[in-house]
């Protein structure tokens, strides 16, 4: 399967060897690698091979095996708890704008990721009009 790879991009980068990477995993369309300033041990990046900024962009044979491989990192890493996680765009703290998904291990209260979750209350009705709105 031919990849869209961006010239300037470190991911593509990465993926085409240009720039040395920890890699643990890679198949026709994913490459997995341990990050390089990790919030655990073991933090390790699943990207597409394909140049796609944001998740909706990308192709959905490039995003099909994704979790496939996430699943198998997570399962290698034998981190009891672990957070996978993917951002778009700068505002959701995307760093990279090429499409990518962390695996996080938990071991602690104070390693892995960290995050508050200003949860706020909803309203039940504007909740059913939204999701009359959002039906696919």
């Not at 198949?27 to 944001?54: C, N, R, Y």
């Not at 290698?76 to 765009?89: H, M």
């Not at 009009?129 to 696919?136: D, F, I, Q, T």
Request: neutral net charge; glycine residues 4%; aromatic residues 6%.
């Amino acid at each position: 399967m031919a990849a869209n790879l961006a010239a300037g991009c470190i991911f593509c980068k990465i993926i085409r060897g240009e720039i040395p990477s920890a890699k643990i995993l890679e198949t026709a369309t994913t490459f997995a690698f341990l990050d390089i300033e990790p919030l655990s041990e073991g933090h390790a990046l699943v990207i597409p091979k394909f140049h796609a900024e944001k998740m909706h962009q990308l192709p959905d044979e490039f995003l099909a095996d994704a979790m496939p491989v996430a699943k198998r990192v997570a399962a290698a890493l034998g981190a009891e708890n672990y957070n996978v996680l993917q951002n778009n765009g700068k505002l959701a703290h995307q760093a990279v704008p090429h499409v990518h998904f962390h695996v996080i291990p938990k071991p602690s209260t104070d390693k892995g990721l960290i995050i508050d979750w200003p949860a706020q209350k909803a309203d039940s009705e504007q909740l059913k009009e939204l999701a009359r709105s959002l039906k696919l």
